[in-house]
């Protein structure tokens, strides 16, 4: 749908690069939609800072005299308050000149425009007021003459700067006839600008407003649209070739270098991450930057490997001007980026805990760069003669920094941690493998029912247990045992299949009660596997240890790269870019974001590949989950919880579901944020499309649906579980399931991350040895029964490792200062819109309900997986929050 005023894609909570994971046979990755093709007309859906929504325009011109004022930061509009001759122009073909005694309104254009570099440097040089040219372009054509209604002029700056704002003003003399207008043209003859608002000022009616929120370049015409929403079929005539002209210059075609006035959003597949344009065949679209390197930082001293990283950071990939980060957002990114660097360093070998007491010394480091990295990592000495850089103690390490070892908390994590996403209900029994025996070995698993009952205390039989719902499991088996001697052929990991089993007891928490690791066959040796119990002497005591520590491993890489990357990749990448101004609210960050992923985090030998158990192989499994696994309707919150054994559908319960597990933090608070959004989705959707006809009538709303199910995801455009959008149902459903992810889901799974796995002896990230207990040397075997807590250390990550990774989560879980969260703004368009204006305020209600439910269960001592001595409360899904690590708030969309 054509919203008149937007302008750009709309900044809201949605990410919109779709990374299309691939068929992982030919260790392909993700397809990173960048825009589709055609933004999608969703009721709402107006495209604001890429002129998405420009529907046809109708343009009569009229040449007014311009206004001489002065120069002054947030451009300005005006009308003349003279008569100025009127001209009809046809297809550039002025008709005979009106004369100018028709009625004419004295019109004002007032144009706020934010400095960069390039604009406050010359702001005040423009002594011809000819800057920043303007063109009033009426909604609907001249019923004559059947063409564009246009008055032309130009804006001059006031002298004055005003917190980093110019403002341009222009005056028009608009006769009655040419009615509303319905778009503004724009362009610049200087440098670049970030035009943010347009208002018109002088009609009876009231002011016109045109939220642009764009940088536009020199001598580039834009269009900007009023803040006004049409569906297709009701775009104005005068707006709808303009609308078309500028979806097609937002269009790629897969070919070309791009240029940094490019607004172009398109399809792009690439396979490897690691150093694509080393083939052809591979090769992506850039600004012709060389290559990265790798580079080795222990050779490095501290001021070469700081140089090296602000180098990196101008090898871009291309985005458009108005995706980058801004100017706040760019700061605090770099400066933790840049700390992430620097904690990475071979420096100190120290204790784990000293990381966070006493931090690591960086000789020569300036007070230049020290200003550069936040506060409160930094511990300065002696005139910065040296610095300490330290680790902030992670929320779950101050309320007990021993929790990492009880198996309640383990457990525990399963349903209120950083990935609530992988338990589920065990429904049959044995346990056995999809995999091919010949390849992988004995199918059926080794935990047998005596070895359950006999960890249930006799309470119950297995199938009893399985009959009233109290066992579960994490099953990591079939996803990691293919890759597991390839891994092993690395140096410094080791992987399994693993599976593991809880309990739940009578008082609503899970047990452990084993956990199996398999290895395949291999060099002629038969399948290795191995079950493991809490329960027993002080070897098997030790050995469990050991085999947590390599399922939390597990557990860690499935969350980071399924959980995480490929959900949130896979799905709003290739839906969200074309969504323009919808209840789904985008945000700006998200493909700055993932350039900077691709670049440092998920390339070839990155942070990932180097800190992370399957190694180079990650990105692999998370294209081949995704070809195996990946269902669009399984994403809805409710659906993923009915597939899990999580929840039973049940109409006359809450959220019309019963929780398997009452005391289920993510789901339970989950729930709650899903109806609020589904409600005002349902409300935006039906005030929009108030026939169920309208839906199925909507040419761009279909056209995207189709580019998302074809382009998109091509290698699943058949699969039967993609929703048809035919009646307002279908798309509260799909719009309502493209929100949660990029907002709750998302928000569950990545702001905890420094909280919870910060003390990485809480959730290793790579198991570097394999069990004490595979297959052995005697000298191994002596090793551990003497000193198993060093073999176990020796497990974990090493200090190099460890240290990258908790540098890049606290990256990743740090809430910006200019973060928008769920619910918190009413964008502009709203404002016209009675009935979604109140809407809006309903969902931010019930939102600030949600806030109190989650204190109120957070102090409820009946929920123990969510209250108790030293346990973590459960906030992940609260709205709101302070800037910074606070392992709560729900942003709009996919912001760091």
């Known amino acids: 749908m054509l919203n008149a005023s937007s302008q750009s894609i709309i900044k809201a909570s949605i990410p919109f690069s779709l990374p299309e994971p691939l068929v992982g046979g030919n260790n392909q990755t993700h397809a990173y939609l960048k825009n589709s093709s055609?933004?999608?007309?969703?009721?709402?859906?107006?495209?604001?800072?890429?002129?998405?929504?420009?529907?046809?325009?109708?343009?009569?011109?009229?040449?007014?005299?311009?206004a001489r004022t002065g120069v002054r930061a947030s451009a300005v509009v005006t009308t003349n308050n003279k008569a100025a001759t009127v001209e009809i122009a046809t297809n550039n073909k002025a008709s005979p000149a009106i004369t100018p005694t028709l009625p004419l309104t004295k019109v004002t254009a007032t144009i706020i425009v934010m400095l960069s570099d390039s604009t406050s440097g010359a702001s005040n040089q423009d002594p011809l007021g000819q800057t920043l040219y303007l063109e009033l372009i009426g909604a609907e054509l001249d019923p004559k003459a059947h063409s564009e209604k246009i008055i032309k002029g130009y804006a001059s700056r006031r002298v004055k700067e005003e917190d980093g704002k110019v403002t341009y003003e222009a005056k028009f003399a608009v006769p009655t006839s040419f009615g509303e207008v319905g778009a503004v043209l724009t362009n610049n003859y200087s440098n670049e600008m970030y035009l943010e608002e347009i208002v018109l000022q002088g009609f009876t009616t009231g002011a016109v407003h045109f939220n642009c929120n764009s940088w536009v370049q020199?001598?580039?015409?834009?269009?900007?649209?009023?803040?006004?929403?049409?569906?297709p079929s009701q775009t104005p005539s005068g707006l709808k070739q303009r609308r078309q002209r500028e979806l097609d210059n937002l269009r790629g075609h897969g070919t070309g270098e791009r240029k940094p006035s490019d607004r172009i959003y398109d399809y792009d597949t690439y396979n490897d991450l690691g150093d694509p344009d080393s083939n052809p065949d591979l090769k992506r679209l850039s600004w012709g930057v060389k290559p990265i390197l790798t580079l080795d930082v222990a050779e490095l001293d501290v001021v070469h490997l700081i140089q090296i990283h602000y180098q990196r950071k101008e090898q871009k990939t291309f985005l458009p001007r108005d995706e980058q980060f801004s100017e706040v957002k760019e700061k605090g990114f770099q400066a933790k980026s840049l700390l992430t660097v620097l904690r990475s360093l071979p420096l100190l070998h120290r204790a784990i805990d000293s990381l966070f007491d006493v931090g690591l010394i960086v000789p020569?480091?300036?007070?230049?760069?020290?200003?550069?990295?936040?506060?409160?990592?930094?511990?300065?000495?002696?005139?910065?003669?040296?610095?300490?850089?330290?680790?902030e103690r992670p929320d779950l390490f101050k309320r007990d920094r021993f929790a990492w070892s009880s198996d309640e908390e383990f457990a525990r994590q399963t349903l209120a941690g950083l990935n609530p996403l992988s338990i589920k209900l065990v429904k049959e029994w044995p346990l056995r493998s999809e995999l091919d025996e010949h390849t992988y070995g004995p199918a059926e698993s080794a935990i047998t029912a005596e070895l359950i009952e006999r960890e249930m205390k006799g309470s119950m039989n297995v199938e009893q247990a399985i009959e009233k719902k109290r066992l579960f499991i994490l099953d990591y088996h079939d996803a990691f045992l293919p890759y597991a001697n390839r891994v092993r052929e690395e140096e410094g990991t080791a992987l399994y299949g693993s599976r593991t089993l809880f309990f739940l007891a009578d008082d609503g928490m899970l047990r452990p009660l084993a956990i199996e690791l398999t290895r395949p066959p291999y060099d002629g040796k038969p399948q290795w596997k191995q079950v493991f119990t809490p329960s027993g002497d002080s070897t098997s005591s030790w050995l469990w240890r050991f085999a947590k520590a390599h399922v939390l491993a597990h557990d860690a890489g499935y969350q980071q790269l399924i959980s995480h990357w490929l959900v949130k990749d896979t799905l709003l990448h290739g839906t969200i870019y074309n969504c323009s101004e919808s209840p789904i609210e985008c945000d700006a960050s998200d493909l700055p974001v993932n350039a900077n992923a691709r670049k440092q985090l998920i390339n070839a030998g990155g942070i990932i590949e180097t800190t992370f158990s399957p190694g180079k192989y990650c990105m692999e499994i998370s294209s081949v989950v995704y070809d195996a696994a990946w269902h669009f309707d399984l994403e809805a919150l409710p659906a993923d919880l009915i597939s899990r054994g999580m929840a039973v559908e049940d109409p006359s319960k809450p959220h019309g579901l019963e929780l398997t597990i009452k005391d289920y933090p993510y789901a339970s608070d989950g729930l709650i944020l899903w109806d609020a959004i589904e409600q005002w989705v349902e409300d935006y959707v039906n005030h929009y499309y108030p026939e169920a006809s309208l839906v199925k009538s909507d040419s761009e709303l279909q056209a995207w649906w189709e580019e998302v199910r074809t382009v998109g995801h091509g290698d699943k455009k058949d699969e039967p579980w993609w929703p048809i959008l035919g009646i307002p149902e279908d798309l509260v459903q799909t719009l309502t399931t493209i929100i949660w992810v990029a907002s709750g889901h998302h928000a569950a799974v990545n702001f905890g991350q420094y909280p919870y796995a910060g003390y990485f002896p809480n959730r290793p990230t790579i198991a570097r040895t394999k069990m004490p207990s595979e297959n052995p040397t005697d000298d191994e075997w002596e090793l551990f029964l003497e000193n198993p807590e060093s073999v176990l250390l020796h497990c974990f990550p090493s200090q190099i490792q460890a240290t990258k990774v908790m540098a890049t989560l606290d990256l990743l879980s740090t809430h910006s200062i200019d973060e928008e969260y769920l619910g918190q703004k009413l964008h502009p368009a709203w404002e016209?819109?009675?009935?979604?204006?109140?809407?809006?305020?309903?969902?931010?209600?019930?939102?600030?309900?949600?806030?109190?439910?989650?204190?109120?269960?957070?102090?409820?001592?009946?929920?123990?997986?969510?209250?108790?001595?030293?346990?973590?409360?459960y906030e992940l899904l609260k709205p709101t929050s302070e800037p910074g690590v606070t392992a709560k708030g729900v942003p709009n969309s996919i912001s760091i």
């Not at 020199?218 to 569906?231: A, C, E, G, I, Q």
Request: net charge positive; charged share 25%; proline share 4%.
């Open 38 to 66: 055609v933004g999608p007309s969703l009721s709402a859906f107006s495209s604001r800072k890429h002129g998405l929504l420009v529907g046809g325009y109708v343009s009569t011109t009229t040449r007014a005299r311009r």
């Open 364 to 391: 020569g480091l300036d007070n230049i760069v020290t200003h550069l990295l936040p506060e409160r990592l930094i511990k300065i000495k002696d005139k910065i003669e040296n610095a300490f850089l330290r680790f």
């Open 218 to 231: 020199p001598n580039d015409k834009r269009t900007f649209f009023t803040n006004k929403s049409y569906l």
């Open 832 to 873: 016209k819109e009675a009935a979604i204006k109140a809407a809006f305020k309903k969902f931010a209600g019930r939102l600030m309900e949600l806030e109190g439910t989650i204190d109120t269960r957070n102090n409820n001592y009946h929920l123990k997986n969510r209250n108790g001595a030293g346990v973590l409360p």
